[in-house]
């Protein structure tokens, strides 16, 4: 928990900007994060803005909107069942890292809304809007990785921690089954959103710390997902997407946009508006490429609300 105290301290010292930086550095300020969380709670009402407890409170934020929130998120299966791994345990595809636990993958293993069939398919082009280009690939090349661990392994420790009463009735897919609240606060270092998630197994019971760390990718595992406190509540142990890289992820989205819609309007008598990523769309976004982290929890959400 030592980093955990760190962060909070960090958090605590840096000053607020107020200033608008989003077009040029990716980064949000407290005023554009509140209007991104609006965005995401009137596309998508299963997230709530929330209050927090008066000694956890930040004055920077309207005391209603101190952060937001989605609860009971289902995960039915571990992350290296999700994702695969090759005989061996190793990830099949390699994969480079850039030495701050982002990896870019070289296979694309999903994409958000690639399970839903209507949505998806009718925003096809808007999906297309968001894309990085070809020296990218897709936005999830900076963010994806194929998972590691023993599937084998996973179904005795399920066992030692009480899934074993569904195990014995026949296979039940209770057994796996998990559910996450996910909380989205301001990180004040980082001027940018930060995700905390918090597991609980199928009876209810709060997950282990090494628990919640197998619905992660692998090598996310201790680099950009920690184990913290929940800065909005008390004594309550989440996993934490490290927010390092927020705003160059959106930074090179935001890039990518624009070049993009520089060639197909050199053709247009006027440009179109709207022609770039809006500060309002930032969380629905940011919970794209978030998805890639945690691909088992099932909160990714189809683009048609760009």
Not at 39 to 46: A, C, I
Not at 47 to 75: C, G, M, N
Request: proline share 5%.
């Amino acid at each position: 928990m030592i980093r955990s105290k760190l962060s909070s301290l960090r958090e605590y010292l840096t000053p607020i900007n107020h200033a608008s930086n989003f077009a040029t550095t990716g980064e949000i300020s407290p005023e554009e994060f509140v209007k991104a969380g609006d965005y995401l709670v009137y596309k998508f009402p299963t997230w709530q803005w929330s209050s927090a407890p008066e000694k956890l409170r930040k004055d920077f934020l309207p005391a209603d909107k101190q952060y937001l929130i989605t609860k009971h998120v289902p995960s039915h299966q571990r992350c290296a069942d999700y994702l695969g791994v090759g005989a061996d345990g190793e990830d099949e595809e390699e994969e480079d890292d850039d030495g701050e636990g982002w990896v870019k993958s070289k296979s694309i293993k999903r994409s958000v809304g690639e399970e839903e069939s209507g949505s998806a398919t009718e925003t096809k082009n808007e999906v297309e809007a968001t894309e990085p280009s070809k020296d990218v690939d897709d936005i999830d090349d900076l963010v994806e990785v194929d998972a590691e661990g023993d599937d084998e392994e996973g179904d005795s420790e399920y066992e030692n921690d009480g899934f074993s009463e569904f195990i014995e009735g026949g296979g039940s897919q209770n057994s796996l089954l998990r559910k996450y609240d996910l909380y989205i606060t301001y990180s004040t270092s980082y001027r940018v959103p930060k995700l905390y998630l918090v597991g609980f197994n199928s009876n209810g019971i709060p997950l282990l710390p090494k628990q919640m760390f197998e619905d992660i990718s692998g090598d996310y595992r201790d680099k950009t997902a920690t184990i913290e406190n929940l800065p909005v509540s008390f004594n309550t142990t989440s996993v934490s997407i490290h927010p390092c890289k927020h705003s160059s992820v959106m930074k090179v989205l935001m890039a990518h946009v624009r070049r993009r819609n520089t060639v197909e309007d050199e053709d247009a008598e006027s440009p179109e508006e709207g022609d770039t990523i809006r500060v309002d769309q930032y969380l629905i976004i940011f919970l794209k490429f978030i998805a890639s982290v945690t691909p088992g929890i099932e909160y990714d959400y189809t683009m048609d609300a760009l």
